[in-house]
């Protein structure tokens, strides 16, 4: 595996690839990999010739008050992992390389970046779309991929992808749960071992929704409401559970199809996220 931190190396080597008319699948992450990360690793693989993965605790998606500084960093666990998962490149830049001058250009996502996540992190989806944007014009893949677990990103990525006519296929990757049905995601390191014991029910509460909306149930506040209660008697602070479409994450009428249940709860230190497909 190639390990860059400099944008023109990079790009140098990546249009080598190019020439060589070999196709590029792109995977950035944040580092602190898990099962998640490396199945989108191995996906990635059967997307393209050229797997390129990337490395950077992105500061501008960091609220003031956020982990930004405590946000787990793993590099040399985070290579053998990309190495065995067969990555060829991995891009890993410091923040004067990404930023060697203060990011005064945005890119602003619509209204949804307002709604459930961003209404909780003002600004987190500005700086998502942002970075995202600029990793995109240095790797120039032809696919990139992104998880399902953080839903909303991946929506506000496919539609800036599709806005600004990128040649990028935008693909989401299925959540990886642990054999409890907790959903893997860097944060869960910060779980003691009781909240990591409690930690499941947030996709049980979720499992229970989707069962009664398939049953005909469509009173979804309540239902929404009554999961949320679940879990805060038993010790989560719950954000949202929210019932959504799935094409706009718009909150969902009777009569739509294609729903998702979205979700957002602190258990102890961690905002845990999660989401389930009906
Ligand atoms: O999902 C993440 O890890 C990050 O939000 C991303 C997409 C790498 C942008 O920093």
Redesign the pocket.
Known sequence: MHIFSNVAELRAALARVRQQGRSIAFV???GNLHAGHISLMQQARQHADCVVASI?V?RL?FGPNEDFDKYPRTFEADCTQLRDAGVEFLFAPTEQDLYPEPQTYMVEPPEIQHMLEGEVRPGHFRG?AT??MKLFQIVQPDVAL??KK?YQ?LMVLRNMAQQFMLPIKIIGGETVRADDGLALSSRNSYLNATERAEAPRLQQVLQGIRQAVLNGQRNYEQLCQEAADTLNTHGWQTDYISIRRQQDLVPAGPDDRHLVIVAASRLGIPRLLDNLEI
């Open positions: 950035p992450t944040m950077f992105n998606q998502v970075v995202v992104f998880g953080d990103q």
